[in-house]
């Protein structure tokens, strides 16, 4: 069965919220993605779905600060889906969108250990801008990517 894209939904938080604990080994992660992401940007989030299961979301939004920029919140795909590319679609998805919304840079950030997420951004075209100490306080350091759209 074909995986089809299209735009998340406010009704698409609870399905989102109640596996990416799982996709992610227990880890609780839904503290870092509240409900307003659903209501507020719908038109720069998206979800992957394999007939009725949900296999993949990106969550995304336009800078309110920078009228040239864009920013990548929260990525995840079904670990059973992962390499299948379902990823990259909905990041060339999200990136179709804000590029046709005049946006020319786009931006995220990931942890420094983790160096599958890194690597991910690096063959989606996204550089290293930098590592910053602290990023999101004491011991929270983070790398910051960036990609420039043409």
């Known amino acids: 069965m074909a995986v089809a894209i299209r735009h998340a939904k406010p009704s698409d938080y609870g399905r989102v919220i109640g596996r990416i604990n799982v996709w992610w080994g227990g880890r609780d992660l839904a503290p870092i993605l ?7 940007f719908e038109g720069t989030s998206f979800v992957a779905e394999e007939g009725d ?3 993949g979301f990106l969550i995304g939004f336009l800078s309110q600060t920078a009228d040239d920029e864009a920013y990548i919140h929260f990525m995840g795909v079904a670990p059973e889906h992962r390499g299948e590319g379902i990823g990259r679609t909905l990041y060339e998805r999200f990136l179709e969108e804000v590029r046709a919304q ?12 983790n160096d599958e997420a890194v690597s991910f951004h690096e063959a989606l ?16 350091d983070r790398v910051l990517l960036v990609r420039w759209l043409s």
């Not at 005049?102 to 250990?113: A, F, H, L, N, Q």
């Open 102 to 113: 005049g946006r020319t840079v786009v931006r995220c950030v990931t942890s420094p250990s």
């Open 125 to 140: 075209g996204f550089e290293v801008e930098r590592v910053v100490p602290d990023y999101d306080g004491p011991g929270e």
């Open 34 to 40: 509240p409900k307003l992401f659903f209501l507020h």
């Open 53 to 55: 299961d949900l296999v």
